[in-house]
Structure formats: C-alpha cells, structure tokens
C-alpha cells in the first residue's frame, strides 16, 4: 500500500500565485453591452466542482439518494409540510416514505403554488426531465424514476448540472456507510470523499466506544493518549479513503481554544492530522442543533457565531488551511474580512439558509467586492442527486448579474475586458480555487493506479 498525501505537505501557496495563466491571451476587448451574454456563455459552460454535497459514489450503497420520493421529501420541504398543512410530526414520522411524499406533494404543490426555493426545485427537475409539474399524484414522476438505471442516470445528471464532480461527506462512523469502506468500494472519477468528524468532534461521548471496539485505546473524556490514538484513526481512514479534506459542522457556540474535548481533539488530532496528509479542514459554522427535535433533520436553525475562533485558528496554525462557510447572514462580512487576512482560509459556499437568490445575491457581490475571485461561491449541498440540477441553475441564473456587473464596472474604471479575463476569473471561483486550496491534482496524481478504496 502506498502512503498517498504526505508528499503535499508545507506552507500552503494561494490560489493566487497558482491559478492557470491562459496559454494564448486573447486581447479583443468586450463591448460593456456583451459582457453579461459572455458571463452567462461561459457559466454554462465551465464545469463545476460541487465542493459539499451529501451524494454518493454507487458503491457506497443506499446511503445515496435519488428520485421522486427522496426529491419531494428533502428536509427543506419537510419543515414547509408543517406551515401549510394540519398534519403533525408524529403523524409525519408514521408514514411511510412514499406517503410522506404524497402528503408533501399534496400541500405543497397541488393545494398552494410552489414558490419557495425548495419547492421551485422540485418543479424544475420534472420539468428537466419533461415530467408533468402540475399533476395532482407523482405517478408519472415515480415511473420514470423506475425506469432509470443509476449508472447512467448520474453521468446524466451532472452532465445536465454543469458538474464535472461532487465532493461526498464521508463519516467513518457511520454504521450505513463505513463497511463499504472497510471492504474496499470501488472508487468513482466523479466523486471525491471527504472525511466527515462530527461524530468524533461533536458527538464523542456517544461514539469514542466505537473506537475503542476498533482497537483504539481512547476513554471517554479524551484524555490519556485518546488524541494520539483518535489520530492513528483519521490515518487510517486518510489512507483508506483518500479525502480532499476534513470537515466538521460546528454550532453557533463553536469556541477555539478552550478547555473541550472538541478542542482537543481538533488541537492534537485533527489539525496535526490534516497538516501530515496535506489537506484543508472544512469548517462549517453556525448551526443551533434541534431546536425543534420532533421535525428531525429539519428541527436544526442558525445562530451568529463568534469568529475570532477562526481568526485563532488561521494564525496560529499556518500550515493548515481552512475552508469556511458560516450559516448566519451576519458572520459573513466578517468570514471576508478574516479572508483578507489571511490567504489559509477560503470562504466557500452559501450554506442551507443562506441559499436563496436574495441573500446568495448579497454574499457574492460582498466577496467580489473584498476578495476579487479568492474565494469558492457556492456548492449545492444536494442530499439527493437530481437536486443538482436546480441548485446550479439556481447558482448560474443569480450570478451571472452580480459577475458581470463586476466586469462592466471594471471596464467603466478604465480596464478593458476581454473574454480571457471572463474565463479565467470564472474557472478560479468554480473550479481551480478549489482544486489548488485542496491540492487535489497532485493528491489524485499519486492515486491514479488506485481502483479500490483499500490498495
Ligand atoms: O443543508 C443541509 O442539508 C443540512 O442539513 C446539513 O447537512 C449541512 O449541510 C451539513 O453538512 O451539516
Ligand atoms: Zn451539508
């Protein structure tokens, strides 16, 4: 077996002093009238990374969603079922998945008009695919879905995304996932794993058992040897998995340094881990875990977090990089001016509730404006495939404006704009930031005789 990553080690070099330089520069400058059809041509045609997604490579099993009924009963639908219908969530939770989706389909789509950004997406995919919207059952829908064959289904469905890859979320211990793993599953070129912590980081006094029936020599207040031993585990999963980071979601309450277990973890396992496999942590800030149990999934919110923690984390731990994403509207000037500081932390994404047109449009115009294209705008999220297709329509149909306004105002300042620029600027934001912060090309290149998980 060959150790893969730790060739990538060092001070990081931003994305700056790396993104690709066009092999021709074409010098014909737009007329400002052409710059938003250049804009909207050529955010067509880049493919996109999706740099977090909850989508899985079809070795992984049934943990990857798709299809009508995973569509319709997405979370973000689920918590929309309870506003416009008398069922409760008890009676929710009784119901089978295909009623579940028949009872959202009903109060969402047939008795109001879909108007709500999840609810929209759902009526886009059919209309991709050619299915009816307005059909008062999901038939149709459910047919089609039948028929599919998921192999091909995927290729079709980046392809009508705009997506060359998505970046899994990959938890270690997870009991519906790791086995696979652990027998070897056999890799995807379109997927790329991430290994996700929040069990370990979050949640340690429920799962450290489980490392300690894996054979790691942890306690349950992590203290004697649990970091050094939690750190042969992330090892073993770098090896096993090949991740183009860590990740972790953390709550609005998230405090670095302090006297935690988490931080402890993070300190003497996790940061020292990334930093040897030379790759980023994700860190993904902001969530007020279930305020309202009984909705589930769809039960977390969203509370201002205190961003000095980042800020700590960024300078005092320069070899390692961090991508950010915050859930509250009100850190995100803030995750810009960290950005400015500091070239180890790339702000990515507009997360779960910062995901409609109206505040996605806010965020990106304030990146723009303080960061130039240093940073990744989006990623879908998508826990079920097919919701690709809307997400990055979406994503396209609300920044081509805010892109080409940048590089009308440009040219209004006295710099001509040529196609190239366009070109160049928009592979940085959905493509080459992410693969240079990550590291990827050289990770992969070292992968490339690798056709299982375990070699
Ligand atoms: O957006 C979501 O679907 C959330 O439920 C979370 O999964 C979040 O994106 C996360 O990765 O924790
Ligand atoms: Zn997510």
Redesign the pocket.
Known sequence: MRRRLNIVQGNYIPAMATGTLPEKPQTDTLKPDRIEDVVREMLRDIPVIDV?T?LYMPSLGAIGLWGIDSLVTY?YLEAELFRSSSITADEYRSLSEREKADAIWRALFVENAPVSEAARGVVAVLNAFGLPVSSPDLRDAREFFASRSLESHIEQVFEMAGMSEAVM?NDPLDPDEAPFWERGAQRHRMFHPVLRLDRILNRWDQHWQRLESQGYNVDRAAVSGSATEVRRFLAKWCERIRPVYMAV?LPDTFQFPEESVRARLLREAVLPSCEEFGIPLSL?IGVRYQVNPAIG?AG?AVGKADLRSVEFLCREFPRNRFLVSVLSRENQHELCVYARKFANLMPFGC??FMNNPSIVEEITRERVEMLGMTFIPQHS?A?VLEQVIYKWRNTRRTLAPILANTYRLMAEDGRPVTREDIRHGLTRLFRSNFESFTQMKAALGMSNDAGSANQ
């Open positions: 977090h909850h979370h979320t979601s993904m999934l977390d997360w779960w999220d826990r």
